[in-house]
T-cell receptor
Framework: GAGVSQSPRYKVAKRGQDVALRCDPISGHVSLFWYQQALGQGPEFLTYFQNEAQLDKSGLPSDRFFAERPEGSVSTLKIQRTQQEDSAVYLC???????????FGEGSRLTVL | RKEVEQDPGPFNVPEGATVAFNCTYSNSASQSFFWYRQDCRKEPKLLMSVYSSGNEDGRFTAQLNRASQYISLLIRDSKLSDSATYLCVVNRDDKIIFGKGTRLHILP
């Protein structure tokens, strides 16, 4: 596969609840990206890690969104006090440094009621 | 204005026809360019990279015009299996930015 495993695949949350989405790339991959894809839209950049360093978090839509990758492998995207507009598929990707190609996980589909 | 713009479509095209998509990008510092394909409820996957000299992969041809900040994708002899959303992608300083996508329906 793409070498990126995401969990949970589906999450239903009540408005105001906190959620945590996990991304587990195959070992040795330096770069890791998070994207948000709303229905009918393209993936929107959220944040980017190189090892444990979060190099760009300019796409995080509010301070309710927080991402971490403490040991440079598994990453967690946390959304606090979820709102209905947070409903989307959250995609995690690793990057091939030679070609620039992104390999995506299957995504975590979040529905906020 | 979005940094990467595409016509969302849908393009409804008979099987066997040729179809072309365009994409414009606003930041002249963009360094590399790609087309991705996304099937319904699936993750995006790389279709092809786009090089300044233009490049071809079977029925697919991609072109880049840096002066006009414009990228194109041409699909010849379209197949039913080409039905998907085609995403224009730009890499700027390791920030990889997607367009909204163009939906293509190939009609039997």
């Amino acid at each position: 596969g793409a070498g990126v495993s995401q969990s949970p695949r589906y999450k239903v949350a009540k408005r105001g609840q906190d959620v945590a989405l996990r991304c587990d790339p195959i070992s040795g991959h330096v770069s890791l990206f998070w994207y948000q894809q709303a229905l009918g839209q393209g993936p929107e950049f959220l944040t980017y890690f190189q090892n444990e360093a979060q190099l760009d978090k300019s796409g995080l839509p509010s301070d309710r969104f927080f991402a971490e990758r403490p040991e440079g492998s598994v990453s967690t995207l946390k959304i606090q006090r979820t709102q209905q507009e947070d409903s989307a598929v959250y995609l995690c990707a690793r990057n091939d440094p030679n070609t620039g190609e992104l390999f995506f996980g299957e995504g975590s589909r979040l529905t906020v009621l | 204005r979005k940094e990467v713009e595409q016509d969302p479509g849908p393009f409804n095209v008979p099987e066997g026809a040729t179809v072309a998509f365009n994409c414009t990008y606003s930041n002249s510092a963009s360094q590399s360019f790609f087309w991705y394909r996304q099937d319904c409820r699936k993750e995006p996957k790389l279709l092809m990279s786009v090089y300044s000299s233009g490049n071809e992969d079977g029925r697919f041809t991609a072109q880049l015009n840096r002066a006009s900040q414009y990228i194109s994708l041409l699909i010849r002899d379209s197949k039913l299996s080409d039905s998907a959303t085609y995403l224009c992608v730009v890499n700027r300083d390791d920030k990889i930015i997607f367009g909204k996508g163009t939906r293509l329906h190939i009609l039997p």
